[in-house]
């Protein structure tokens, strides 16, 4: 792992100097723009629309449909869905460019490989005779660019980017041959950069499993590899220590109690409510963006305390979270479930025995509905835990912490990695697009 990050750091540092370190044009002008600001001096500035002529053809052809899902945020990728769109859409043909006008801080935008229609909030454009299409879509995933479209939105829930304003936006145009070489230098570049990015996601889809695989061995197993086995009789849990027990849930818990439901608008002042969305992964918990709902006096049966667990009842099978240094009176809201459990168990064990893989997945085989994934409190309390006594369960969960911690690191390390080369990668797409590194002799 040590070697892998040696060669990540060098490559980032590789990337950044060459972007500090690539040629300048010999001669600048005044754009007379603020957001260009100096251009090479045979650029011409031009606006948007002069060069970018917006399609408006509506068909229902259903030849390769694009909707804002397919495209992916900054790279200008293609996703493929399996979705099927109805109404109307836009016809483009090869070389247009598709750009997301609904929130454009998502900067999605799509250069057409083939002809098709764009389905949903689009601006359609296609190219004049004095601009690429290969170019142009890299002006348009400049970060500068998104961040002017962005800032003139219209509607609070779902912002929009009129073409109006999108049209009159000034553009650095050069001339046909440089736009030529601009696009093939940023393909060459983006790919390579966009290759360590996919190395990175893998490394940590990696680490993710070997965390999970840690915490279902500890659990079932325990830590002594020489420790007699038996046969649980539990098809997903398998053999165990000899010495463990294995109960249902139900054995070891006190209470479990459904949340509290209100149709009240959130107040200012109030206690607060703690709500799915306020679940984060592997049980933890984030109580800061709560909102309060008001106070009554039946709230106070569906207070939360120091090692309560919460499962999501709807919406998030097998999501759950664990209260801890609770600081103020928080309730809970009615699609989860608060579990109690008597001192049998260390709470640290107990959550870590239901991140387990087999867990998880024995609990999910018991989803009830389509969409909205339902599990009841009888689901989970039916559920198997296998366990030591309380002083093995402590060590196990103490060794899970430490392992757990580094395993985390290095998936923090990665996506730090990830975010340094998506910077550089929008690094790179300003300088060139805006003239302010010169490309043409490397292409």
């Known amino acids: 792992m040590g070697d892998f990050y040696r060669y990540l750091g060098v490559a980032i540092a590789h990337t950044q100097s060459r972007i500090m370190s690539f040629p300048k044009y010999d001669r600048y002008k005044n754009s007379g723009v603020e957001w260009l600001g100096e251009v090479p001096e045979h650029w011409n500035i031009d606006r948007l ?14 030849e390769n449909p694009v909707a804002l899902e397919n495209i992916q945020s900054w790279t200008g990728c293609f ?59 890299y002006q348009i995933l400049n970060r500068e660019f998104i961040a002017i479209v962005d800032g003139s939105t219209f509607g609070a829930k779902m912002p929009r980017v ?51 695989a840690v915490i279902s061995h500890a659990v079932t197993k325990g ?50 409510l703690l709500r799915i969305t306020d679940l984060l992964d592997f049980g933890n918990v984030n109580f800061d963006n709560c909102p309060s709902v008001v106070k009554k006096e039946d709230t106070a049966l569906f207070l939360l305390q120091d090692g309560d667990f919460v499962f999501a009842r709807t919406g998030g099978a097998g999501t759950f979270g664990v209260i801890h240094n609770i600081q103020e009176p928080v309730i809970f809201a009615s699609y989860l479930i608060r579990f109690r459990f008597n001192d049998k168990f260390d709470k640290s064990f107990l959550r870590y025995s239901f991140l387990a893989e087999n867990f998880q997945g024995s609990l999910k085989q018991n989803i009830h509905g389509g969409v909205n994934q339902n599990v009841h409190a009888e689901d989970i309390k039916e559920q ?12 196990i969960a103490a060794f899970l912490d430490r392992e757990i911690a580094k395993l985390d690191e290095l998936i923090a390390e990665a996506q730090h990695a990830i975010a340094l080369l998506q910077e550089r990668r929008t690094a790179l797409i300003s300088a060139a697009v805006t003239g302010k590194i010169d490309v043409r002799s490397l292409v």
């Open 49 to 62: 629309k002069r060069n970018l002529h917006l399609l408006t053809e509506k068909t229902t052809r259903r």
């Open 79 to 137: 996703v493929p869905t399996e979705t099927e769109f109805e109404g109307e859409g836009i016809a483009f043909e090869c070389g247009d460019i598709l750009f997301g006008k609904l929130r454009p801080y998502l900067a999605k935008a799509y250069l057409a490989k083939v002809s098709g229609e764009a389905v949903g909030d689009f601006h359609v454009m296609r190219p004049g005779d004095i601009l690429l299409g290969q170019y142009s879509i």
């Open 162 to 212: 009129s073409w109006e304003f999108m049209a009159n936006i000034a553009m650095g145009i050069p001339p046909l041959p440089e736009q030529r070489s601009i696009a093939t230098f940023l393909d060459r570049e983006t790919t390579k950069i966009d290759e360590l990015i996919a190395e990175q996601r893998q490394l940590i889809d990696l680490l993710k499993e070997k965390r999970q």
């Open 223 to 272: 830590l002594n590899p020489d420790a007699p086995m038996k046969d649980s009789a539990i098809e997903w849990l398998g053999e165990v220590p000899e010495h463990w027990e294995i109960f249902k849930v139900r054995r070891f818990l006190t209470e479990h109690k459904q949340g509290y439901y209100s149709s009240d608008p959130y107040v200012n002042d109030g206690v607060k």
């Open 384 to 395: 198997y835990i296998a366990f030591p006594l309380l002083p093995e369960q402590r060590s």
